[in-house]
């Protein structure tokens, strides 16, 4: 997060700003001393599964239907070596992925064209974007992201997130990570796709869309409250102690994934976090860009 110069300048992404948000010290275990569980979650593997065979899908725009339907599988079955996911998993995502292409045949979703570093026009397809948030005297704040899809449709220009679940949820306008992007590309409307993995459901409830607009006014207010979260974050990392938020311990599903590091004493974190975790890669908001813009 801080990199050393005269004045503190911090990068940050989405993740970043929900953990700090949600508790300093799972700030501090995720993306400062970058500790992994050393049991990747299935839901992840599936997930990023279906997003590697989605974005094969629109890049392939120009391509007929079938054909783009075909491209996308044989990446995915590719894709899917490289994961620990069991075959009937790696196949189910990909028949859910074959239900989804033809539920949305007609459409009309295109990826957007931009031109690149070089001018080459490019589709804006796991677009990333690093813009600076905010700089003063004593800190510069650089914001950074990857949006799944930028998207022309028959509604105007849109921004696409897709999610997949095998619980039926509702996603919050009131998410970091949808209004990072609005921010950042000033384009306010944000779309969220949503892929069920669910066998029991029509595929009218295992596919839906939501649409998320933005006020202007709205997104600048985030903007400004987040700024002021980033500080302390900032402040409390370069004092050496990052106090825990025992109140977030249980907001999710399943629970923080570093919570039987606070539930031990603290002579005894050691060994577990040893034991239990992994020291990772540092953590990369874009992943595996195709494309940066930089602003």
């Not at 005894?268 to 195709?290: H, I, L, Q, S």
Request: glycine share 4%; proline share 4%.
């Amino acid at each position: 997060m801080p990199e050393h110069s005269d004045k503190l300048v911090v990068s940050i992404d989405s993740q970043w700003l929900e953990t700090l948000q949600e508790c300093h010290r799972k700030m501090d275990y995720k993306f400062v001393k970058n500790l992994r569980p050393i049991k990747t979650s299935e839901a992840l593997e599936k997930g990023s599964l279906l997003h590697e065979i989605l974005d094969i899908f629109y890049q392939s725009y120009g391509e007929a239907y079938d054909e783009r339907v075909k491209l996308a599988i044989a990446h995915g079955q590719r894709y899917a070596i490289k994961l620990s996911l069991p075959m009937e998993d790696c196949s189910a995502v990909i028949f859910q992925f074959r239900e989804y292409a033809d539920h949305y045949k007609m459409d009309g979703w295109r990826p957007l064209l931009a031109p690149d570093s070089t001018g080459k026009m490019i589709p804006l397809i796991e677009h990333t974007f690093s813009i600076v948030l905010h700089e003063d005297e004593e800190i510069k704040i650089i914001y950074s992201g990857k949006i799944d899809l930028v998207a022309e449709t028959p509604v105007g220009i849109i921004l696409v997130d897709h999610k997949s679940e095998s619980r039926k949820s509702d996603p919050s306008t009131l998410t970091n990570q949808f209004i990072g992007y609005v921010n950042a590309l000033k384009i306010y409307n944000m779309w969220i796709n949503k892929v069920g993995f669910q066998k029991t459901l029509s595929r009218a409830e295992r596919f839906r869309r939501y649409i998320k607009s933005y006020n202007p006014d709205w997104v600048e207010e985030w903007k400004v409250g987040i700024i002021q979260d980033i500080k302390r974050a900032a402040l409390a990392l370069q004092s050496g102690v990052c106090y825990p938020n025992f109140t977030a311990c249980d907001r999710s599903f399943w629970g923080c994934e570093y919570k039987s590091l606070c539930e031990t004493t603290k002579d005894n974190r050691e060994f577990k976090a040893k034991t239990f975790f992994m020291v990772g890669e540092p953590w990369d908001p874009y992943g595996k860009p195709k494309n940066k813009e930089t602003t």
